[in-house]
């Protein structure tokens, strides 16, 4: 499972530079009390994260490294906070 509270001013890696975009396109969501990450299952939402690899890609990152990149983390991550009780 993936933590993390890397923010958009403290990215170092290519995983970093992907789930901020993942986040800020809606794709994956923070749980606001454990930190850990959920995927939301939105596919418009995973579309934009696609489209901002493919037509803006961190510094030296190809546009398909950028998009596999996103592919990761998203295989990565649950649907659901493992510390949140369930429904
Ligand atoms: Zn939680």
Known sequence: ML???ERRSAIRTLRGWAISVLQEAGAIRECEEHG???DRADPHARERA???ARQDPPAGVSPQAA???IAEVLDSI???CPECPAD
């Open 78 to 80: 649950g649907d659901n």
């Open 36 to 38: 850990w990450m959920q």
């Open 3 to 5: 933590m993390t509270r």
């Open 50 to 52: 696609f489209d901002v």
């Open 67 to 69: 998009a596999v990149a």
